[in-house]
């Protein structure tokens, strides 16, 4: 899988003890009430912070401090207007600004890259030269000691803290930023900001199947329409729609891959058909099936699930002067392409269709040809 | 670390590690049609003792199924490469390849199939088999016509096999973070009239063990490669170690590159695609600042992928 990154809410729960620290803090949403906030904290000063993954949010007023429990709602109200939905509140720790060091470490093939600077807080980036590999002898004992391990058995990748305070034997991490190992980590991702709801349907199904099921809604108003298999096949297929300038009409990027069922193909089809029919352009559209010369992929088998989806909505997909281009290879591949074109043929879809011996490019300029 | 001239002269038996009839009915079909005597799958371990049935040509052959990694049930002369085909699920990668090794101190190499392999056991396996040939994880295998399937690297029908001519040896080496694009590549290569000299993917992970840096050095050695294609993606800094290659003079070979992902650009910050490093954290892993890097360096980069196949259709054919 990948990185994908964890609420500080959630980074503070599993990391503070490491510190010998108690977590005092307390996620909110905009249904929150003050009482709750109150009963937590008592009448202390707070500081409310969104928290969902979001960088730079002190540069961006995405932090407010000083704030009594009376006064949060109004203060996340705003902010949730702007469509942020999860926030954090902590009491405010205070502490002298010059005391605030910054300090990050991220897995790499080796172990671990370690940056610290003495200057941290929010103008780090300005202070970048002051950031060495070097640390205090009080902190690398406990970085090798306690914290790595903790890292390790929690299968995170990337942890940045800006700023740690330091006061008597405590080293005390203001602001968190993780990133967890997705293929091991048991602690929650945050979800990608406002999934639109075939986004939302498509990563229920990819959850449900060992198969990996992707995509992403880049531009329902666009005109070209991707079903792609392959991690690299259809990264280098969206390349070319941006190289030959159809950047602004591409609708979606996405995959299949790792053998999924004629079923799974089938759904993930018939969402992303029915975002595709609900795009409001009166002009012609065109849909990409294609991929690489696939391994072990079954092309016969997977496209049999495309068909099916395709064969629901194709009066629609008539209406609407939708043509689809495919270019495909691997197992099955001469009865997957006849079964393919055959049914386009039959239903009036068909742009174009390819094996092997055509490059896996092509689809893309007939694709630019079809609709300009 | 095995070089690959050093597999080309030996007699190379596999252990296969969970089962999945098609990818290891394909390296029997390769093995038969390379013309060899005896196919080079030496068992399957299923948790089970007994035999499984398989085709070598149209005659039906039983290979045998095993408990345990150990003990194995030939012994291995001088000539013999032992090597590992791990098929199991990304969790329990790590722990079974470990122990392979441990059985087996002296075999060569492994190609690890799965996803989800935690970066964490990747490290662990990076530290703990350097001397050892290991592809992956997530990776179809590694290919050297005539000689030797690791995985279905190539395709899984006799079809496949043919039609790629994966049997007959070239002088081209394909080295890519994809599996699908590592069979587009060879494709590529077929069509324009080349042959290989060996395919592999190192994966689309964070960490392959192989690293693509330690897989141009392989393609240095082996005399029988002329040139290197290579797919890579956006994410991480492995092509920054190519240059380093470069500039080092450790590489001289010919190269023509792709790097994927100008796409990235598109979004306001840049996605997850589908490989796991497939993703831009810093303006350096961006595909186009590694394009401009390894083109510095003195490597051919392609501008689109459509550039790529014009850009290896114009290479004179050193096949034959």
Redesign the interface.
């Known amino acids: ?4 990154k964890i609420s500080e809410f959630s980074a503070k729960t599993a990391l503070y003890p490491a510190f010998n620290l108690d977590f005092r803090g307390l996620a909110i949403t905009q249904d929150t009430s003050v009482s709750e906030i109150a009963k937590h904290f008592g009448d202390t000063n707070l500081v409310v912070k969104v928290d969902q993954g979001i960088k730079k949010r002190g540069k961006l007023g995405l932090v407010k401090i000083n704030l009594k429990p009376s006064e949060i709602p109004a203060t996340i109200a705003v902010w949730a207007k702007q469509g942020w939905s999860n926030f954090l509140v902590e009491p405010v720790y205070e502490h002298d600004s010059s005391s605030e060091h910054y300090l990050s470490l991220i ?1 790499v ?3 671990w890259q370690i940056n610290y600077s003495r200057s941290g807080g929010v103008d780090i980036e300005s202070n970048w030269e002051s950031i060495t590999t070097k640390l205090p002898t009080k902190l690398e004992t406990f970085l090798n000691n306690i914290l790595i391990p903790e890292l ?1 058995s929690r ?1 995170i ?1 990337f942890l940045e803290m800006n700023p740690i305070v330091e006061r008597g034997d405590k080293i005390i991490p203001l602001d968190m930023a993780v990133e967890v ?1 997705s ?2 980590s048991d602690l929650s991702i945050l979800p990608d900001r406002m999934l639109t709801k075939s986004e939302k349907e498509i990563a229920i199904l990819d959850n449900h199947t060992p198969a ?1 099921l ?1 995509f ?1 809604l ?1 531009n329902p108003a666009g005109r070209i329409w991707m079903l792609l ?8 297929l ?6 030959l300038d159809l ?1 602004s009409e ?1 609708a979606n ?1 996405g ?1 299949y ?2 053998a999924p069922s004629d079923d799974d193909v089938y759904a993930y089809t018939k969402i992303i058909l029915t975002q595709l029919l609900e795009s409001s352009s009166s002009k012609s559209k065109a849909i990409i099936i294609a ?6 992929t079954d092309v016969a088998k997977t496209f049999k699930g495309i068909i099916r989806a395709l064969s629901e909505k194709s009066q629609e997909l008539n209406s609407q002067n939708v043509k689809v281009f495919v270019r495909r ?4 591949e001469e009865r997957g392409l006849t079964l393919m074109q055959k049914f386009l043929n039959e239903k009036n879809l068909l742009g174009s269709i390819y094996g ?2 055509t ?3 092509v689809v893309v300029s007939q694709v630019k040809e079809y609709l300009t | 670390m095995i070089k690959i001239s050093e597999i080309r002269k030996s007699d190379n038996k596999i252990v296969v590690l969970g089962n999945h009839e098609s990818i290891i009915q394909s390296i029997l079909d390769f093995d038969y049609l390379s013309g060899k005597k005896e196919g080079s799958i030496s068992s399957i371990v299923t948790g089970r003792r007994g035999f499984a049935k398989y085709f070598w040509g149209r005659k039906e052959i039983l290979v045998p199924t095993l408990a345990s990694l150990s003990p194995l049930p030939f012994s291995l002369g001088p000539d013999h490469k032992l090597w590992l085909l791990n098929l199991l699920s990304g969790r329990r990668t790590n722990s079974a390849t470990q122990e392979f090794f441990l059985n087996h101190p002296a075999a060569a190499g492994a190609a690890l199939f799965a996803e989800n392999v935690p970066e964490l056991h990747a490290q662990d396996l990076i530290k703990q088999l350097d001397s050892k040939l290991v592809v992956g994880p997530s990776s179809i295998g590694l290919l050297i016509p005539g000689y030797l399937k690791l995985g279905p690297i190539g395709g899984i029908t006799p079809d496949q096999i043919n039609d790629s001519h994966l049997t007959e040896a070239g002088s081209i080496a394909i080295l890519s973070a994809s599996g699908g694009m590592t069979n587009e590549l060879i494709n590529i290569a077929m069509t324009c009239g080349h042959r290989l000299s060996f395919a592999l993917s190192f994966g689309g992970d964070r960490f392959p063990i192989l690293s693509p840096r330690d897989a141009f050095i392989q393609a240095e050695q082996d005399p029988k490669t002329k040139i290197v294609l290579y797919y890579g993606e956006l994410g991480g800094d492995d092509e920054y170690e190519l240059v380093k290659l470069k500039s080092e003079g450790l590489f001289t070979k010919q190269v023509i590159a792709h790097v994927a992902g100008t796409v990235s650009s598109l979004f306001p910050e840049s996605p997850q695609f589908g490989h796991a490093k497939a993703k831009a954290d810093s303006s350096k892993s961006t595909a186009l600042a590694k394009r401009d890097a390894l083109r510095s360096a003195g490597f051919q980069v392609s501008n689109s992928f459509s550039e790529f196949i014009t850009l290896v259709s114009k290479l004179k054919s050193h096949y034959g």
């Open positions: 899988m990948s990185r994908q897995r093939r080796t172990g390790d299968h990748s190992d293929a091991a990996s992707k992403k880049i298999s392959g991690g690299g096949a259809s990264l280098v969206a390349d070319e729609v941006a190289d950047g591409l990027y995959e891959s790792g991929g690489g010369v696939a391994n072990f290879g691997g197992p099955n092997r011996s490059p896996l490019t």
